[in-house]
């Protein structure tokens, strides 16, 4: 009978140290969590802002297409208004 007692305090004491080195994981993978989510965040807004910059690359594209067609248009007709003076 002792040693049955004696054989359940072991278990208990080792049951309880692996709770504690549990715990202590548990920790650690809190806070790998944490810094996996910031960083999940982080890509996140990236990738908007990437998206962002590229909408504006577009924009500006489109605006500077807009003004050479008016350039080429008021060149059309009022001819030598925009040409060098290479003729002279």
Wanted: positive net charge; aromatic residues 2%; charged residues 40%.
């Amino acid at each position: 009978m002792h040693s049955r007692i004696k054989r359940l305090e072991e278990l208990a004491v080792s049951a309880a140290e692996l709770i504690d080195r549990l715990k202590e994981e548990n920790e650690v993978l809190k806070g790998q969590v944490q810094l996996l989510g910031a960083a999940r965040g982080k890509a996140a807004s990236n990738t908007a802002a990437a998206r962002e910059l590229a909408d504006f690359r577009v924009k500006v594209r489109r605006r500077l297409e807009r003004i050479c067609a008016k350039i080429e248009k008021a060149n059309d007709l009022q001819p030598g208004l925009f040409e060098e003076d290479d003729e002279r």
